[in-house]
């Protein structure tokens, strides 16, 4: 298994930038996927991005490209770049790490969550 613990995340205004990290208790080079995910009050949690061991990125639609994912194997850690922030972006970010056994079980691993906060 791993840990997973993000940062980073605050309150900013709207149009703003920030970035959040995760931390990785082990390497991160073989895992399947890591991911952002976020979910605010009274809703799922949705997908935010994903990139896999071989290095595919995915994207939910409604980003519209503002946010990047990207990875350090040699610091273990993900990244998030948001842009032009949205008060609609206002949420409860996750850390996801995805590792899918050789029988087909899928493990989910997951962090604390850091708040980010955009105020209008």
């Known amino acids: 298994q791993v840990q997973l613990v993000e940062s980073g995340g605050g309150l900013v205004q709207a149009g703003k930038s920030l970035t959040l990290s995760c931390a990785a208790s082990r390497s991160i080079s073989s895992i399947n996927a890591m991911g952002w995910y976020r979910q605010a009050p009274g809703n799922q949690r949705e997908l935010v991005a994903t990139?896999?061991?071989?290095?595919?990125?995915n994207y939910a639609d409604s980003l519209q490209g503002r946010f990047t994912i990207f990875r350090d194997n040699s610091k273990n850690t993900v990244y998030l770049q948001m842009n032009s922030l949205k008060p609609e972006d206002t949420a409860v970010y996750y850390c996801?790490?995805?590792?899918?056994?050789?029988?087909?079980?899928?493990?989910?691993?997951w962090g604390q969550g850091t708040q980010v906060t955009v105020s209008s």
């Open positions: 996801n790490a995805r590792e899918i056994r050789v029988s087909g079980d899928v493990n989910d691993y």
């Open positions: 990139v896999t061991s071989d290095g595919r990125r």
